[in-house]
């Protein structure tokens, strides 16, 4: 599933050719993806000029002058296509301006496309209960401590729960638990304030460098420029079950919940 560097390489790439153009025409080629398209969607936005673009999580945000936003989730296998020579089976939302014509694909029909008032934004349902960006100020070892205080949950286990903190998922979190020395599977009321530091800068420095690699490519996620994200080949211990990691010992992994957790333990305590 597309993540947090996934879906800000996503608005990264829409940006140059969507802000500040108008929206002439909306085509939908089907009525849904995981539930269906908002009612008037295309009329809506027709017409409309799109001010800015963003990121809540792992959701994107294309903003208008109009007061609406539209919010897409790429699912399980969304991606755009920009200026597609033709158009394929699975594009299922066509967007198009007076310079580009933008294809929402999505094989598996996982994703979603909601149309929210932006003032309204903080309060949508899947917005409401959400944990601050990791990436943002708000994001410290100051507030990892409060909510980690007292619990003796996994720190995995809290770190992938979006109410703790947003857009976080397993890849990333396997990969900055590494860098940070922290056994997943430690208590998170257990993890020291020292510990705490190194881990918010571990979350950080990876999804920058994720962010900078153009994502991780898994199945059939792309760029919307239809190039690969190249940061599957910086994992330290993702998907290296019984690899030696950096000290030597074998990479171990664990099934958690239906994810596969990755780590090394020598290295993470």
Not at 185 to 212: F, H, N, Y
Request: hydrophobic share 40%; with cysteine.
């Amino acid at each position: 599933m597309p993540e947090l560097p996934e879906v800000e390489t996503t608005v990264r790439g829409l940006a140059p050719v969507l802000e500040g153009q108008v929206i002439a025409r909306v085509t939908l080629r089907r009525p849904d993806l995981r539930r269906p398209f908002p009612a008037g969607l295309g009329q809506r936005l027709t017409g409309a000029r799109v001010t800015s673009l963003g990121r809540r999580a792992k959701y994107g945000l294309i903003d208008t002058d109009r007061g609406d936003t539209m919010i897409f989730h790429l699912g399980m296998s969304g991606r755009w296509r920009i200026d597609p020579g033709e158009l394929l089976t699975h594009d299922h939302l066509l967007i198009e301006t007076a310079a580009h014509r933008l294809a929402l694909n999505d094989a598996r029909r996982f994703g979603s496309v909601d149309l929210v008032p932006t003032e309204a934004l903080a309060a949508w349902p899947a917005f409401a209960a959400l944990g601050p960006e990791p990436l943002g100020p708000e994001f410290d070892a100051a507030y990892l401590a409060r909510a980690f205080e007292d619990r003796v949950a996994p720190v995995k286990a809290l770190l992938l729960d979006q109410r703790v903190v947003a857009g976080l998922g397993n890849i990333y979190v396997c990969e900055a638990l590494f860098m940070a020395g922290i056994a997943p599977t430690r208590p998170s009321g257990q993890v020291a304030r020292a510990r705490l530091v190194k881990l918010v800068d571990a979350i950080r420095e990876v999804l920058a460098a994720a962010i900078e690699a153009g994502g991780s490519t898994l199945r059939d996620y792309a760029r919307p420029d239809g190039e690969l994200g190249y940061f599957a080949k910086q994992w330290r211990v993702y998907g290296r079950e019984g690899e030696p990691c950096e000290c030597g010992e074998k990479v171990a992994r664990r099934a958690d919940g239906g994810r596969s957790t990755f780590w090394c333990p020598k290295c993470q305590r």
